[in-house]
Structures are given as C-alpha cells and as structure tokens.
C-alpha cells in the first residue's frame, strides 16, 4: 500500500470527469486500498479518485467515529466503505452542514444537500448494490460524488461567496 499525493483547489485535474471502471481486477482493489490509507492518514472522512490523479468512478469512505463524554469524537477507520461507479438515483429534503475538503485544506462552508438519497453502484468485484443514506453519510456521498464530475464544495456556495473564497485562497497560496 502507499500514500498517494492528494490534488489541491486550483488544479485543473480536479475539474475532469471520471470515467466510468469497466475492469474489477486487481489494480482496481490495490487503488482503492491505496486510497483508504491516504484518506485514514490525512484525516479524512471520504475521498474520490481524481483527488489523487485517478479520473475513474471510485469512493472511499468511512465516516465512524467513537465518542466519548469528555473527549472530542475521534475518527475509528474501521468501517472503510468502497463505491464503484456510483450513481444517486433519488433525492428527497434538503440539510444544511459544514463542509471541508481534503483538496481544499483549511477551508470550512455551509453547503445545502439533499437530505435522505438512495445510490446504486457497484462493490469492488463488480456487484450491483444499493444503499438508502441519509445525515452525515448522505453528506458525505454527495460531496465525493460530485468530485466524480470535477466539482468541489466551493462550487455548491452561492456566486459571491465561491468567488470570494476562491479568491482568498489563491492569495494565500500567492504567499506560500
Ligand atoms: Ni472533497
């Protein structure tokens, strides 16, 4: 396994759509095995293959936390979920949560969501599956989802506010 280097806003290769994965072979379980020790190792709760370079229809998630009653909610990164070429085939209701991003790195918005959605896709050898979400995985799904079509959470704020945060940061990256 290996930690793969993890795409960050602007790169223009975060903006391609993914194609479609048509071999469930052994490349395939070795990227997505890659994938869950970037993700676990930078603190992350999902993560899409063009994050790291790889433009093909493939999630990686786990957003299981233990917590305790003094102590902040800790990741476990013992319940890895995979999603070949995902699909969300309904939505229904509306959330609103706080949004982050392992390309956007320090970054922090509200993001409006369907509330409950149902998502077909594959497992990793190729099975048609199913799966009724809803909280913070629905999130969760949608966000990576939409990293499948080249869009970030920074795409899903209103006009002015993507701009201005858009622009905050590649001033501070001018700076780095
Ligand atoms: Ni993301």
Same mark, same amino acid.
């Given at each position: 396994?290996?930690?793969?280097?993890?795409?960050?806003?602007?790169?223009?290769?975060?903006?391609?759509?993914?194609a479609?994965?048509t071999?469930?072979?052994?490349?395939?379980?070795?990227?997505?095995?890659?994938?869950?020790?970037?993700?676990?190792?930078?603190?992350?709760?999902?993560?899409?293959?063009?994050?790291?370079?790889?433009?093909?229809q493939?999630?990686?998630?786990d957003?299981?936390?233990e917590?305790?009653? =003094?102590?902040?909610?800790?990741?476990?990164?013992?319940?890895?979920?995979? #999603? !070949?070429?995902? %699909?969300? &085939?309904?939505?229904e209701g509306?959330?609103?949560?706080q949004?982050?991003?392992?390309?956007?790195?320090?970054?922090?918005?509200?993001?409006?969501r369907a509330?409950?959605?149902?998502?077909?896709?594959?497992?990793?050898?190729?099975?048609?599956?199913?799966?009724?979400?809803?909280?913070?995985?629905?999130v969760?799904?949608?966000?990576?989802? =939409?990293?499948?079509?080249?869009?970030?959470?920074?795409?899903?704020?209103? #006009? !002015?506010?993507? %701009?201005s &945060?858009?622009?905050?940061?590649?001033?501070?990256?001018?700076?780095?």
């Amino acid at each position: 396994m290996a930690i793969l280097e993890i795409l960050t806003f602007p790169d223009s290769r975060l903006a391609k759509k993914s194609a479609a994965v048509t071999k469930f072979d052994s490349s395939l379980e070795a990227l997505a095995a890659d994938m869950l020790e970037t993700m676990y190792e930078a603190n992350g709760i999902g993560l899409a293959a063009p994050q790291i370079d790889a433009h093909v229809q493939l999630v990686v998630m786990d957003i299981d936390f233990e917590s305790s009653e =003094d102590e902040p909610p800790i990741l476990t990164n013992k319940n890895p979920r995979i #999603f !070949v070429n995902p %699909k969300i &085939v309904s939505k229904e209701g509306q959330q609103v949560g706080q949004e982050g991003c392992l390309s956007v790195p320090g970054e922090y918005e509200d993001v409006s969501r369907a509330a409950k959605i149902r998502l077909e896709y594959q497992d990793i050898n190729g099975t048609p599956q199913s799966l009724e979400a809803e909280g913070l995985l629905a999130v969760c799904i949608q966000h990576e989802l =939409d990293h499948l079509d080249g869009r970030l959470f920074l795409d899903r704020l209103s #006009f !002015v506010k993507s %701009k201005s &945060v858009k622009r905050k940061i590649l001033k501070e990256k001018q700076h780095e």
